[in-house]
Nanobody
Framework: QVLLVESGGGLVQAGGSLRLSCAVS????????MAWNRQAPGKEREFVAA????????YYADSVRGRFTISRDNAKNTVYLQMNSLKPEDTAVYYC?????????????????WGQGTQVTVSS
């Protein structure tokens, strides 16, 4: 089993920055890819960014590319999401997710493990 615990959410003004963290524990050897996904009120959960656990591959949703950066620190078993130039439409609960497959995917239902989520609110 894999446990994911997010932190770093909060309230920020438009144009500001936040950094989310996801601490990973448990059967880490089974993980090959990590992602951040988000869900805004009344909307479906959507993909934000993904990163390989063992190499340098990353992938971003068009809506965040150039503003958000996903990274990881394997020594700390932690994945980060640096969010810059935040917009009100970025307001959502952000979820850390992991999957056993090494293939990066935008399909949120293909992730095997999920954290509890952290709220990000961007005011205009």
């Amino acid at each position: 089993q894999v446990l994911l615990v997010e932190s770093g959410g909060g309230l920020v003004q438009a144009g500001g920055s936040l950094r989310l963290s996801c601490a990973v524990s448990g059967s880490i050897f089974s993980i090959n890819a990590m992602a951040w996904n988000r869900q805004a009120p009344g909307k479906e959960r959507e993909f934000v960014a993904a990163i390989s656990w063992r190499d340098v591959n990353t992938y971003y949703a068009d809506s965040v590319r150039g503003r958000f950066t996903i990274s990881r620190d394997n020594a700390k078993n932690t994945v980060y999401l640096q969010m810059n130039s935040l917009k009100p439409e970025d307001t959502a609960v952000y979820y850390c997710a992991a999957r056993r497959s090494a293939l990066l995917t935008t399909r949120v239902h293909e992730y095997d493990y999920w954290g509890q989520g952290t709220q990000v609110t961007v005011s205009s």
